[in-house]
Each structure stands twice: as structure tokens, then as C-alpha cells.
């Protein structure tokens, strides 16, 4: 007991340790204990550059060819915040201090950063009522789902025990399909810890991110709107409703860390571009652009460099994010030009007078030498790249219908997603830069999502509309917000809708989203689910891994054992390790012919393809579920049933 | 104290409850009171002829009967009794050749069976 409650402890504390401090400590070396940023935002922003900093940490070591030893991951770790704190003690912060009380740069209403992040009574209560909702649905719904089931999380967890057991990175035996950033910080919590990847500890981190991520589009909200109604409401729509639902909970249960860690870095990075760039619309938006203007160049430049730090991290982490937030990118330059096309003379003096700056170009160049010098994700090394673009070469890859975005972003939310991209569209502030980051960060995926044919855009159009929940949450919040609010703003406006009716309207809409909305975290209290299959395939799989050497071929099946993925941990003897019998459909794929002896060993041993392959590959053990395929085995004289539980038969091909 | 650093703590706490709940569920599916009743029926060695076995019982049943068949034959049999987690191994002296030669056990309802096609 005491051994579990130590460990415990010591699992927070290296949690704190890797997640927290390494960005805290940035944060102290850059910005000193101004108010730049508030309390909220520092706390929020420290995970995320923490990410980044502990993944080019082990980037370091991997070029300096030190093996990533627990010790080497706790100094080296040390050391960067010992770093950071020296540069905070030494440095002086007089420019960035002097700005701290000063108006925000892109405030219409003049309001402080104190101000912004100082809610009312009622608004506080709802703030804290709204986080708590968010973390007790999220956590009776992994109540069922925390166990190592998910075939995601199955694949990732041999990535980090792999980087665990070796001390190095991994190299993933050429695939592109997973990146360095989606294994790093596991890699060291595990390393550092000594939590196994079998516990809780995986969808523990990823639950961490997935609600940082819900925390990062609650302050980029309040800061581009400047109204902290919006941005609770945003709270509401995203954290709350929805909570479920992929890419929310369901991702954090699936093991799905790419898609979790980038919807959490995608709008990180948007925000430092945000603040960034604020100041190019002088600060008032709404307005024309002063030459006298207070223009807060050393922040804006210092911002822009973490949004390069943090877009690095995107490209390290993710490269369906970083695809997307390419695509993204293009949009915010058409719809800036577009909207400012007759003042784009002195947006460009501005940019340039930030870009150009050393804070960016260093990062920008230090980053750049990491990517290509120093480790190079794997899916810039093949062609990755040439199979995401190009016409759609699957049904799946066609685009989705309204009914598809429908039940994958909820109905109310959809609907008064449009209605807000319609209301940001007639109201729109060109000089917010906000306003162009959530527009294009809407429009973008959307159209990705719906017709990718118009981008030469050859990815799942599903996995793409996952990422539009998102701005999606934000357009809602603020429909409803300006739909419904104060009834001074709108007499301010010239509005003469009766209050009475606008009360009743918002009562129907909020019942309508609420119903919606709650609807899928009733699968969060599912009822109790039997364990005993992966106790069985885990068993199953200690008994082969004990019974067997690396000469042994063993072919297992993916359609009908439980936690199949988790298997090849079992034995780290390589990734595809052992051999896997994949869903039926993959077979029969038109587009991509695949090797057929995993089929055929399983499904028909005794024919002659089936004994070829055996000849062939050499596999001497099959693990089956017996409820649907024990038949074709039992009657077979050179195979022995050497293993058997309810769930899992284990055979041995005895010549 | 600040309205932010009361929803950090409220925020961190609230992780904390969390993390520490799903901790403590994470091994489930090792309690025996979230599996249904089940035993893990091997031989001790896959790849000989040796037909030594072993039980790994997970169910709250506590008494195993293995039978020794030669082509449907019975050529021993026993009793063992086996707590929940724990394995116990049996070791088979008799020796067949040149038959299909299989373990069977049955504990309450449930009936498992092994086998090995010994050559001559």
C-alpha cells in the first residue's frame, strides 16, 4: 500500500516536473513577473511550451547521442529551468514591465489585462460550475474506457516503452505514420516515474491535455472578443456539451495523442500569433490605422517567437495538425488581404518590423536546424506528404455530407456555428486579427472537410471534420452572445425586440443546445463492462512471451481478440511483431493491395495459400478467439492446442 | 485571492480527484470482481512432447478436475484444488506417442481442453 501511495506521489511530482516547470520557466525568462500574461494564462501556456520544451530537450540529447536515461531526462530537464531561472534572475524586464499596467494592445473598450481576466460573482460561480462539469463527465466516461483496450493507444505505448526500454528515440522503422511528439513526453513521464504503460497514467496525461486544450480556446476567446460572456459560453460548447464525443473524451480514452495534442498546440499557436499580431490593427480595431498609435513592438516580436516555438512543437507532434494548420495559414493571408486590401502597404511595414526581428528569425532558424539537422520527423523523410495531396483516391476520402458534420458536431452546435460564422462575417472587425484566425480557422476546415476535392486535399474528410469542433464552439458562443445579450447592448444598438421575448428565446435555444448537447455524456455512465477478455489476451500474451524466442513467428488476430494492439508490447521484439490478422475490409481494398498470408493462415490453414505462407513466413504459433476460429484448427494434425481460455486459444504448429 | 489562481487550484484539484480515481480503477481488469469467472488452461512447454500443465484461475471456483485422454481415452485423471490468482503447475508422467492427446478440465460449468499430436 505504501509503495502504491509513494509511487503515486512520485508520478505528481515528475508530472509537475515535466509538464509544468520547463515552460514556467520559460515564461519567467521571457517575461519576467510582468503582467503580460495573467495568472490563468501563464499556468495554461507553461503545459504547452513544456510539451515543446521537454521534446527539443530529448531532441538534444538524441543529436548529442546521449542515451535518455532516467538520469539523463531529470538533469537535462534541471538544467533547462536552471537555465531559464538564471536568465530570469539576471535579466532585466524594464520594457516588458513597463507595459504591464499598460492598455491592451487591441482592446476596443481600453480594458486591462487585470480587467479581461476579473469576472463577476455570477460569472466566476459559472466558470468554476462549468470546469467541474467538464472533468466529472470526462471522468465517469474513461471510468470504463481507462484500461488498456484502445488499439491508438495499444500502437503509441509500444512507441514509448520501445524509448523506455532502449534509452534512445524512436526511429519507428521507417513509418510515417507516427511522429517523435506524439512519444516524447510519455516517454519521459515513464522514464522519470516508472509508471508502466499498461496503468492509468497514458489517459491520465492525455485527459491533462485534452482539458488544456479546452483552457487555451477559453483565454484565446476572451482575448480576441473581450468578452468574458463569450468566452464561458465557449467554455459551455466545447468543455461541457459535446464532452464525449470525438475529438473530446473518446480521443483521450482511444489513445488518439496526435489529434489530442494538436487540437491543444494548433490553438496555443494561435494565440501567441494572435497577440502577436494584434497590434497590426492598431488598438482600435474597428477603426482606421494612426501612425501614433502605441505599438507594442517588443511583445508583439517576443509573442511571435513562441508561435514559432509552439509551431515547431505542432510539426514535431502531428502532421495531420500541421497539414491543417498550413491550410489554415493560407486562409488567414487570402481573407487579411482581402479585408485589408487598401491598408496592406502598412500592414506589411508592421509585420515586417516584427518578423524581421532577432526573437523570430532566431527561433525560426534554430528551429529549422532542429528539423532538418537534428531530428527530422519521419513523414518529411517519405512521401507522406505526395499521399495527402491529390484527388480523393477513397470513398472516405470524398468529403462529408451537412448530415455527417451534423452528428460529429452536434446539431445545436452546428447550427448556431453557422449562424455565428454568418454574424462574424456582416459584423466583421478586418483589424481584429482575432476576427481573420477565426474565420479562416473555420472556413478552412470546413471546406477541407466537406469538399476536399477543391484543394487536392486526399486525407479521411472524418478526420479532418474532428478539428472543426473547435472554431466551431466559438462561433456558437458568440452567436448566442450576440443573439441574446444584454438588453442594454442591444437598446445600445438600436434593437426594439421586446426583453420578455428575447428571455424566451434564449430559454428554447439553451434548452434545444443543453438536450443536444448532454445527450452523448449519457455514455458516460454506461453500465459496468466485463474485463475478462483483456485479462485473457493479456494473459494470453505473457504466456507466448514466456514460451517463445525471437525465432518464433506468431500471427494473432486483430477482428476478434480484445486489446490486440497491446500484445507486441508484451514481447518489444519489433513493431509489427507479432503478425496480425487486420479487419477483414483491409483485404478487399481496391486501392491498396495487401499481403494475404495473415488472412490465410488464420482463415484457411490447410489450403494450399495457407500452407505457403506458413512455409514462407516461418509461423509456428496462431493466436485465435476459439468462439470463431478454433474449427479450422482442431482437425489439423500438425497443430497442437497448447494454450485455452474461454476468450484465447493458442496453437502450435508442431512441423 | 485572485479570481485566477482560485480557478488553478480549482482546475488542479479537480485533475488531482480525477487522475486519483482513475488510478486506483486502472487495474480492473486484473480484480477478479470486474471478470467474469474464468481459468487459463496450458501446457507447460509448447514445443516438446511433454505433457506437464498448468491452471491460472481468475474465477471464485476452487476445484479443478483434469482428465489425461489417449484418442478419446482416459488414461489418468485428478483433482486439484486452485485459489483465485493463483497457478498451480501438474506434472503428467505418462507417456503417449503416436496420438492425439489431450488435457481436459472442468471446473463448475466451465470445460476447458488442450491438446498435443505426439509423433511416434
Known amino acids: 500500500m505504501l509503495e502504491i501511495i509513494a509511487n503515486q506521489i512520485l508520478f505528481y511530482i515528475v508530472l509537475v516536473f515535466v509538464l509544468f516547470i520547463p515552460g514556467y520557466s520559460l515564461l519567467l525568462a521571457i517575461f519576467g513577473k510582468s503582467k503580460t500574461l495573467s495568472a490563468l494564462e501563464r499556468f495554461i501556456i507553461s503545459f504547452g511550451l513544456s510539451i515543446i520544451s521537454v521534446d527539443f530537450i530529448n531532441f538534444s540529447l538524441s543529436g548529442l547521442h546521449i542515451p535518455i536515461t532516467r538520469l539523463a531526462t531529470l538533469i537535462s530537464i534541471m538544467l533547462f529551468i536552471l537555465i531559464c531561472l538564471i536568465i530570469y534572475k539576471f535579466r532585466c524586464h524594464p520594457e516588458l514591465d513597463s507595459g504591464s499596467k499598460k492598455v491592451d494592445s487591441g482592446s476596443r473598450s481600453g480594458m486591462t489585462d487585470e480587467k479581461l481576466f476579473n469576472f463577476s460573482k455570477n460569472q466566476f460561480v459559472l466558470i468554476l460550475l462549468l470546469l467541474f462539469l467538464t472533468i466529472f463527465i470526462k471522468t465517469a466516461y474513461l471510468t470504463d474506457t481507462v484500461f488498456p483496450t484502445a488499439t491508438d493507444m495499444g500502437h503509441h505505448m509500444y512507441w514509448t516503452q520501445w524509448m523506455i526500454d532502449n534509452h534512445q528515440l524512436p526511429t519507428y522503422e521507417g513509418m510515417p505514420d507516427f511522429i517523435i511528439g506524439e512519444h516524447v513526453i510519455f516517454g519521459a513521464i515513464g522514464l522519470a516515474s516508472g509508471a508502466s504503460v499498461f496503468s492509468a497514467f497514458p489517459v491520465i496525461i492525455l485527459l491533462l491535455i485534452n482539458l488544456l486544450g479546452i483552457l487555451t480556446v477559453f483565454i484565446l476567446t476572451l482575448r480576441i472578443f473581450k468578452q468574458k460572456t463569450i468566452a464561458i459560453l465557449t ?65 508583439s516580436r517576443i509573442f511571435l517567437a513562441l508561435a514559432i516555438f509552439s509551431t515547431f512543437g505542432l510539426f514535431y507532434t502531428h502532421h495531420l495538425t500541421s497539414f491543417i494548420f498550413l491550410f489554415i495559414w493560407v486562409m488567414i493571408v487570402l481573407i487579411l488581404s482581402l479585408t485589408n486590401f487598401k491598408n496592406l502597404g502598412e500592414i506589411f511595414r508592421k509585420l515586417r518590423k516584427i518578423i524581421f526581428s532577432p526573437q523570430a528569425l532566431s527561433v525560426f532558424f534554430v528551429g529549422l536546424f532542429f528539423f532538418f539537422f537534428v531530428f527530422t520527423p519521419n513523414y518529411i523523410k517519405t512521401s507522406a506528404v505526395n499521399t495527402a495531396v491529390g484527388a480523393p483516391s477513397k470513398g472516405t476520402r470524398v468529403g462529408l455530407t451537412i448530415a455527417n458534420l451534423r452528428s460529429s458536431i452536434g446539431e445545436a452546435r452546428l447550427a448556431l456555428g453557422f449562424l455565428g460564422i454568418m ?21 478552412m476546415i470546413f471546406i477541407m472537410s466537406t469538399a476536399p476535392h477543391l484543394l487536392f486535399v486526399n486525407l479521411p474528410s472524418d478526420r479532418i471534420g474532428n478539428y472543426l469542433s473547435y472554431p466551431i464552439a466559438i462561433l456558437s458562443a458568440y452567436s448566442l452572445y450576440f443573439v441574446f445579450r444584454p438588453k442594454s447592448e442591444l437598446e445600445k444598438n438600436g434593437s426594439f425586440i421586446p426583453n420578455n421575448f428575447i428571455k424566451f428565446g434564449l430559454a428554447i435555444i439553451l434548452t434545444f443546445v443543453l ?7 449519457a455514455l458516460s455512465f454506461k453500465n459496468k463492462t466485463d474485463l475478462s477478455p483483456v485479462a485473457e489476451a ?71 495459400a495457407g500452407k505457403d505462407c506458413f512455409a514462407e513466413t516461418r509461423t509456428d504459433f496462431i493466436m485465435i478467439n476459439p468462439q470463431f476460429d478454433s474449427a479450422q484448427f482442431t482437425k489439423l494434425k500438425n497443430f497442437n492446442q497448447v494454450y485455452s481460455t474461454s476468450g484465447i486459444n493458442i496453437y502450435y504448429k508442431n512441423n | 485571492m485572485p479570481q485566477p489562481k482560485i480557478i488553478i487550484i480549482f482546475i488542479s484539484v479537480l485533475f488531482f480527484a480525477s487522475s486519483v480515481y482513475l488510478f486506483a480503477i486502472d ?52 483433482d486439484v484444488q486452485i485459489g483465485n490468482g493463483e497457478k498451480k503447475d501438474i506434472k503428467i508422467d505418462t507417456a503417449t506417442t503416436g496420438k492425439k492427446t489431450t488435457i481436459t478440465v472442468s471446473s463448475g460449468n466451465i470445460k476447458q481442453e488442450i491438446y498435443k499430436n505426439i509423433s511416434e
Not at chain 2, 509448447?46 to 484461475?57: H, Q, T, V
Open chain 2, 27 to 78: 487495474s480492473r481488469y486484473n480484480d477478479p470482481k470486474y471478470n467474469k469467472s474464468w481459468y487459463a488452461l496450458s501446457f507447460a512447454d509448447p514445443k516438446s512432447n511433454s505433457l506437464d500443465f498448468a491452471i491460472e484461475n481468475f474465477s471464485n471456483e476452487s476445484d479443478f478436475h483434469w482428465e489425461l485422454l489417449a484418442d478419446k481415452i482416459k488414461v489418468s485423471e485428478g
Open chain 1, 515 to 521: 438536450v443536444d448537447g448532454l445527450s452523448d455524456s
Open chain 1, 423 to 443: 454574424i462574424l462575417a456582416f459584423g466583421f472587425k478586418k483589424r481584429n486579427f482575432g476576427y481573420t484566425i477565426l474565420a479562416a480557422w473555420a472556413v
Open chain 1, 538 to 608: 493479456f494473459n494470453a500474451s505473457n504466456y507466448l512471451a514466456k514460451s517463445t524466442t525471437t525465432s518464433d513467428i506468431i500471427l494473432k488476430d486483430h477482428n476478434y481478440i480484445t486489446s490486440d494492439s497491446w500484445i507486441k508490447t508484451f514481447f518489444m521484439r519489433g513493431y509489427t511483431y507479432p503478425l496480425s490478422r487486420g479487419y477483414f475490409k483491409r483485404y478487399e481494398d481496391p486501392t491498396k493491395p495487401r499481403e494475404m498470408c495473415t488472412l490465410n493462415m488464420i482463415s484457411s490453414p490447410d489450403n494450399a
Open chain 1, 235 to 299: 467554455l459551455l460548447f466545447l468543455g461541457v456539451l459535446y464532452a464525449v464525443s470525438s475529438p473530446q473524451v473518446k480521443f483521450v480514452g482511444g489513445g488518439v495523442i496526435g489529434n489530442l495534442i494538436g487540437n491543444f498546440l494548433m490553438p496555443l499557436s494561435f494565440y501567441f500569433y494572435y497577440r502577436a499580431f494584434s497590434a497590426i490593427g492598431g488598438s482600435a480595431y474597428g477603426g482606421e490605422l494612426q501612425e501614433d498609435e502605441p505599438f507594442e513592438l517588443s511583445n
